[in-house]
């Protein structure tokens, strides 16, 4: 009876091992296979000549589709944080601080993050699902028989449209968080505009904005770096796409959080 369980225990945990140990080979491997990719497009980003077309059409894509959502987002975001701090903060006789409450989340935290994740589930599955079609059709095996370097036509414009068009969308989330809780604070909950106003100026510095706008390089980077190595690798034909584009949303969102932490505590 002893024997039976203990030989039990042996074979669960040698599995366990053995799940363990292909976990963390197949991270090392990506892990690895992700930094290749950044190198290859950093050398070829400085590598002449550049196709400008390529890349003002993914901006157009990264940046001018995504900013219906991006508005929504930072709207509704700055709304509910200037409805919520004054519910805080009224406790406390401190509701002029609604104002700098909003712009100092909206400008260092919510701004690059929630864009991130929002331009990264709408533009990030698009580019994973686009170059794991073209891949499963052998359209990028065309491209290396034609001479012509995939990886400079395809994924250099996505990137240098991502790192381009991220802080742009930041900024427009930050703007309109900004507005969404002005009105919300001064037109609907009754503080005073002056004060609503001279108070976010007083307590929100230039570098606040610089840490997001920072922050929201790297998200750029990040989202369409993974989009594109997931779509570049993709396999297993239509089934292949789908998990790719979902693999390429998840892991840049953990990305974003988790490097959204470190750069935070960097930049405290």
Do not use: H, W
């Amino acid at each position: 009876m002893f024997r039976k369980i203990a030989a039990f225990n042996e074979s669960f945990l040698k599995a366990y091992l053995e799940k363990l140990g292909r976990s963390a080979g197949r991270f090392v491997t990506s892990a690895g296979q992700l930094a290749i990719l950044l190198g290859s497009a950093a050398r070829f980003a400085v590598t002449p000549p550049l196709k400008m077309r390529n890349i003002f059409k993914q901006m157009e894509f990264v940046g001018v589709q995504s900013l219906f959502v991006v508005i929504l987002t930072g709207s509704f975001t700055g709304m509910v944080l200037a409805l919520q701090s004054f519910t805080a903060l009224k406790r406390f006789g401190a509701e002029s601080m609604v104002g700098p409450t909003v712009a100092l989340s909206m400008a260092r935290e919510l701004g690059p993050v929630l864009s991130g994740l929002m331009v990264t589930g709408r533009a990030g599955s698009a580019m994973a699902t686009e170059l794991g079609t073209m891949r499963v059709t052998e359209q990028i095996d065309a491209l290396a028989t034609m001479a012509v370097n995939p990886v400079k036509y395809l994924i250099v414009p996505r990137i240098l449209a991502g790192i381009c068009m991220f802080p742009v969308l930041t900024i427009i989330a930050d703007f309109v968080g900004f507005i969404g809780g002005y009105l919300v604070g001064v037109k609907l909950l009754g503080i005073n505009s002056g004060v609503y106003i001279g108070r976010t100026t007083e307590f929100v510095q230039v570098d606040d904005i610089l840490n997001g706008l920072t922050k929201s390089v790297f998200f750029g980077l990040i989202t369409t770096l993974v989009a594109c190595y997931y779509g570049f690798n993709t396999t297993g034909g239509a089934e292949g796409v789908g998990k790719s584009a979902t693999s390429s949303v998840v892991l840049a969102s953990v990305m974003i959080l988790t490097s959204d932490y470190i750069m935070s505590s960097m930049m405290a």
